[in-house]
Structure formats: structure tokens, C-alpha cells
């Protein structure tokens, strides 16, 4: 099993930026990849960014250019840096770890971003 827990979601007007954590416990040396999902209202969760060892990005044409996705791997933790925010960015913001034997998701942390 693996553990996530994000951190770092709020309000912010359009334009500005914020700083997403996950901290990862539990069998972490099984993950292969790391990643973040968005869920708005309505809508299905869509991966907007992922990282794999050793430390490949991708992310959606949507955020791509805006968002960024990072990882210590010393404190088992995951970033996903979000700048120019839109109001299509407002979501439930999830942490995703794929590892050998499942997929896992954390409880998501709200984004919300006024126009």
C-alpha cells in the first residue's frame, strides 16, 4: 500500500501561483511513477503532470509551459508548481502513485481560482 497526502491548495486570483506537496509513505520503492490529477466539477479527473525516474516529465497541453512537476526523492515528496493560473485550473488537485502492484490516489487538496 502507499500512503498520499497533498498539501498547499487554496484561493488565488488569476495570474498567481501556488505550490502543491504530496507526501508519499508506505511501500514507496515500488512506485515507478508520480504524478498529479484534477477533477473540476462535473468533469472527469484528468493527469495533468507525471514524473518517472529518472525524473522524465510530461504533462497536458493545458498546462504545459505553466505547471511543473518535481520530486525529492530524499523526503519521499512530489511538487507540482502552478503559475499563470487560469479559472479553468479550478479543480480538486490529486496525487497519483503508480507502482508495481497498483495505483494509488490521495485525498486531493481544492484550487480554487477567481477570475
Not at 515500488?30 to 493527469?47: D, H, L, S, T
Amino acid at each position: 500500500q502507499v500512503q498520499l497526502v497533498e498539501s498547499g491548495g487554496g484561493l488565488v486570483q488569476a495570474g498567481g501561483s501556488l505550490r502543491l506537496s504530496c507526501a508519499a509513505s508506505g511501500s514507496i520503492a515500488f512506485i515507478r511513477v508520480m504524478g498529479w490529477g484534477r477533477q473540476a466539477p462535473g468533469k472527469q479527473r484528468e493527469v495533468v503532470a507525471a514524473i518517472t525516474l529518472p525524473d522524465n516529465t510530461n504533462y497536458a497541453d493545458s498546462v504545459k509551459g505553466r505547471f511543473t512537476i518535481s520530486r525529492d526523492n530524499a523526503k519521499n515528496m512530489v511538487y507540482l508548481q502552478m503559475n499563470n493560473l487560469e479559472p479553468e485550473d479550478t479543480a480538486v488537485y490529486y496525487c497519483n502513485a503508480k507502482s508495481i502492484v497498483g495505483n494509488y490516489w490521495g485525498q486531493g487538496t481544492p484550487v480554487t481560482v477567481s477570475a
